[in-house]
């Protein structure tokens, strides 16, 4: 079974802020990503951070990571209808591997 | 321009047969991945090598081979003890760590389907 949780779907508006968020199991591990795929393509990494680090923000993004609630989220800034995608969730395991949530399905509605 | 190729990028295979997808990187990383996407289950780890000549089973190997003769190659055999092959299949990338390339780069993807 998957060890990183995601919400299956959001819907926002043009224009709003949209937040997904995810939990992980593996308190050691010490990356985590967030990657974007748009239909019929492959994986493309959008941002990431270290466990060592609460924040992070890049341009219209912004990671939140709470290591004690093993909680990570991904906020996009003022949402376009380029931002309609699955975002998923990821974390590093110890063997150079990652563990991949389900995904969000995030629609942007005008 | 450096990148991963998949190739075919769609592929119909009838029952019993075996196929084979290619993965091709320029990207001079020394790991390489195999997952598999159904909708709504995210990416499941088929194969991955982090070395050439060397590979390990993923969480679901059963019914696929794999080979890593070169760097730059690790394509994927889908056999036909592998009884629902229907699928998006990825290729993945990963340079070393140290050298601050963090993440995965993923090719464009083979969708597989039985006919």
């Known amino acids: 079974g998957e060890d990183v949780e995601q919400s299956l779907f959001l819907s926002v508006r043009e224009g709003d802020s949209s937040v997904i968020n995810c939990t992980y199991t593996?308190?050691?591990?010490?990356?985590l990503y967030w990657y974007k795929q748009e239909p019929g393509a492959g994986l493309q990494l959008l941002t990431y951070i270290f466990s060592n680090m609460d924040m992070k923000q890049d341009q219209r993004l912004t990671v939140l990571l709470n290591k004690k609630d093993k909680h990570l989220s991904l906020r996009i800034a003022d949402t376009q209808t380029g931002d309609s995608a699955i975002y998923f969730c990821?974390?590093?395991?110890?063997?150079?591997?990652?563990?991949f949530g389900a995904g969000t399905t995030v629609t942007v509605r005008a | 321009d450096g990148g991963i190729t998949q190739s075919p990028k769609y592929l119909f295979r009838k029952e019993g047969q075996n196929v084979t997808l290619s993965c091709e990187q320029n990207l001079n990383h020394d790991a390489m991945y195999w997952y598999r996407q159904d909708p709504g289950q995210g990416l499941r780890l088929i194969y991955y090598s982090q070395i050439v000549n060397d590979f390990q089973k993923g969480d679901i190997a059963e019914g696929y081979s794999v080979s890593r003769e070169k760097k730059e190659s690790f394509p994927l055999t889908v056999t036909s003890a592998q009884k629902n092959p229907t699928a998006f299949y990825l290729c993945a990338t990963e340079g070393l760590r140290d050298t601050k390339n963090y993440g995965y780069t993923f090719g464009s993807g083979t969708r597989l389907t039985v006919v």
């Open positions: 990821a974390e590093s395991l110890n063997d150079y591997k990652l563990s």
């Open positions: 593996d308190s050691s591990s010490t990356y």
